[in-house]
């Protein structure tokens, strides 16, 4: 079945620093892969998403390359700041019967310090 | 332009006891999910809806728990006889039909469960 493993945190980078948060899948077929963002007392929100092979999903200065070869869908920031502190999610969609059945990881947690 | 909406936020209850959670989507969006997420855990599929259609069910989704969508609009989440293993929050999703965004799935803030 399909599966995502992402990075365990917590995460912790000084202001500006630049940031990876690495995640793989396991998937038949071609999911799309998505990027979610939970912040404190919020629920979840797309960040971005890539629908194909090497496409970049990119989003409020965060960006992820959807790479076959590798099933990998690692999150980047090349500067981070204090407010993007907040639990990150990979997943994957399953189309399934019309739907799209989503698969998430465990969730990796940023803290940004200044 | 609201979001989807979840009633209660909150609730606590006694072991043994049934719960009802409502979820409203967003208006117009035909593709309902739910979803069950445990502390320091990610989301977890338990059911999806297509207008009031119940197309998949996952094995997580035990005899307690029954879920409906009666005109295709709002949703509800019964979960009988509660367990402590109950306790968690459940994530209501909706999606606009496939046509438009075949993929994209917009959140609520939960209801969150706490099983005494």
């Known amino acids: 079945g399909n599966s995502v493993t992402q990075m365990e945190g917590p995460v912790t980078l000084s202001e500006e620093a630049f940031l990876t948060i690495n995640c793989t899948y396991t998937?038949?077929?071609?999911?799309?892969l998505f990027w979610y963002v939970q912040y404190p007392g919020e629920g979840l929100q797309l960040l971005l998403k890539?629908?194909?092979?090497?496409d970049k999903g990119s989003n409020k200065g965060f960006e992820a390359t959807y790479r076959k070869e590798t099933t990998s869908f690692h999150l980047e920031k090349g500067s981070v700041q204090v407010s993007d502190s907040a639990v990150y999610f990979c997943?994957?969609?399953?189309?399934?019967?019309?739907?799209?059945?989503?698969?998430f990881g465990t969730g990796t947690q940023l803290k940004v310090e200044l | 332009d609201t979001g989807v909406s979840q009633d209660p936020r909150h609730k606590i209850t006694k072991r043994g006891q049934n719960v009802t959670f409502r979820c409203d989507p967003i208006?117009?969006?035909?593709?309902l999910y739910w979803y069950r997420q445990t502390l320091g855990q990610g989301p977890e599929f338990l059911t999806y809806?297509?207008?009031?259609?119940?197309?998949?069910k996952s094995r997580l989704l035990s005899d307690r728990f029954s879920a409906e969508r009666p005109k295709g609009s709002f949703s509800t989440l019964e979960i009988q006889r509660t367990e402590q293993g109950d306790s968690a929050m459940y994530l209501c999703?909706?999606?606009?039909?496939?046509?438009?965004?075949?993929?994209?799935?917009?959140f609520g803030p939960g209801t969150r469960l706490t099983v005494l």
């Open positions: 999703a909706s999606s606009p039909p496939f046509r438009v965004s075949y993929n994209e799935q917009f």
């Open positions: 998937a038949t077929g071609y999911p799309s």
């Open positions: 890539a629908t194909k092979a090497d």
């Open positions: 997943a994957l969609g399953g189309i399934t019967g019309g739907g799209n059945k989503l698969t």
């Open positions: 208006s117009e969006h035909n593709r």
């Open positions: 809806f297509q207008n009031e259609a119940q197309l998949e």
